[in-house]
Nanobody
Framework: QVQLVESGGGLVQAGGSLRLSCAAS????????MGWFRQAPGKEREFVGV????????YYADSVKGRFTISRDHAKNTVDLQMNSLKPVDTAVYYC??????????????????WGQGTQVTVSS
């Protein structure tokens, strides 16, 4: 089993920045990729980005490309999501996840095996 714990959410004004972190523990050797999704009230869970555990492959949703950056910290066993130029539409609960294999459909939540509990990000206008 793999446990994922997110941190770093909060309230920020439009144009501001936040950095989310996802700490992984347990059988991390079984993970191949880690990613981020988000879910706004009344909407489906939406793909944000994914990175291989080794850091060699990274993909982003078009809606965050150029503003968000995913990175791996091997020493801390974390995956971070740096969010810049935040907009009110970025308001959502952000979830960290992990997959034992590279997801055939990176935007499909069911392709991921483990999930964190989520952290709220609120961007005010």
């Amino acid at each position: 089993q793999v446990q994922l714990v997110e941190s770093g959410g909060g309230l920020v004004q439009a144009g501001g920045s936040l950095r989310l972190s996802c700490a992984a523990s347990g059988h991390t050797f079984s993970m191949y990729a880690m990613g981020w999704f988000r879910q706004a009230p009344g909407k489906e869970r939406e793909f944000v980005g994914v990175i291989t555990w080794g850091g060699g492959r990274i993909y982003y949703a078009d809606s965050v490309k150029g503003r968000f950056t995913i990175s791996r910290d091997h020493a801390k066993n974390t995956v971070d999501l740096q969010m810049n130029s935040l907009k009110p539409v970025d308001t959502a609960v952000y979830y960290c996840n992990a997959a034992r294999e590279w997801p055939t459909k990176i935007g499909d939540p069911t392709a991921y095996d483990y999930w964190g509990q989520g952290t709220q990000v609120t961007v005010s206008s």
